[in-house]
């Protein structure tokens, strides 16, 4: 009876000492950091803070978000090629009534080639910005519009690639009537 007790037991006093971890769930070490984990390498934001921008009916205005990229990992460009990890794709997520109008300005990404996948990259790493051209091709359109940028993206290490992830960033426009 006594090695039944201890052959259950066992698994349960091992199984005490080792830490959970989701393995739908990523972490990295923040780096200079005494063994503390993060679970985002990547976190977006709105440049310029969170104030309306302002808009003409009918015109387009900048908007910038930038990706701020933990040391060690990088995301892949807008242009990336087909064969490998999955580019940077920026989106509007929100009213039907605004959208990109035109091309998205870029930093100039790093080539380098990737050994996580065998093929040329195109990558970003720091805090890469990236300005979108947003607006309506409706005239007369006067208003406030609520609505997010979306930026589905994959970050790697040297080592690590994480799956793909969408993050969205909150923007809100104030379009004006033409005088």
């Given at each position: 009876?006594?090695?039944?007790?201890?052959l259950l037991?066992?698994?349960?006093?091992?199984?005490?000492?080792?830490?959970?971890?989701?393995?739908?769930?990523?972490?990295?070490?923040?780096?200079?950091?005494?063994?503390?984990?993060?679970?985002?390498?990547?976190?977006?934001?709105?440049?310029?803070?969170?104030?309306?921008?302002?808009?003409?009916?009918?015109r387009?205005?900048?908007?910038?978000?930038?990706?701020?990229?933990?040391?060690?990992?990088?995301?892949?460009?807008?242009?990336?090629?087909?064969?490998?990890?999955?580019?940077?794709?920026?989106?509007?997520?929100?009213?039907?009534?605004?959208?990109?109008?035109?091309?998205?300005?870029?930093?100039?990404?790093?080539?380098?080639?990737?050994?996580?996948?065998?093929?040329?990259?195109?990558?970003?790493?720091?805090?890469?910005?990236?300005?979108i051209?947003?607006?309506?091709?409706?005239?007369?359109?006067?208003?406030?519009?609520?609505?997010?940028?979306?930026?589905?993206?994959?970050?790697?290490?040297?080592?690590?690639?994480?799956?793909?992830?969408?993050?969205?960033v909150?923007?809100?426009?104030?379009?004006?009537?033409?005088?």
């Amino acid at each position: 009876m006594n090695k039944l007790a201890y052959l259950l037991l066992l698994p349960l006093t091992s199984a005490s000492h080792v830490p959970a971890y989701s393995p739908a769930v990523a972490i990295r070490p923040v780096s200079g950091s005494t063994g503390e984990l993060s679970l985002r390498p990547v976190k977006w934001s709105l440049v310029g803070g969170s104030e309306p921008r302002q808009v003409v009916s009918g015109r387009t205005v900048a908007i910038t978000v930038q990706a701020d990229i933990a040391k060690g990992w990088h995301i892949y460009s807008i242009n990336q090629k087909p064969g490998g990890p999955i580019p940077l794709r920026l989106e509007l997520i929100g009213p039907a009534d605004l959208s990109i109008r035109g091309l998205i300005k870029a930093p100039k990404p790093e080539l380098k080639f990737d050994e996580n996948f065998g093929i040329e990259t195109e990558l970003y790493s720091g805090s890469p910005r990236f300005t979108i051209p947003v607006g309506s091709a409706v005239r007369g359109l006067t208003g406030f519009r609520r609505f997010q940028v979306g930026a589905r993206y994959q970050v790697c290490s040297d080592k690590l690639c994480l799956p793909p992830h969408t993050d969205k960033v909150d923007v809100t426009v104030r379009i004006a009537g033409r005088n």
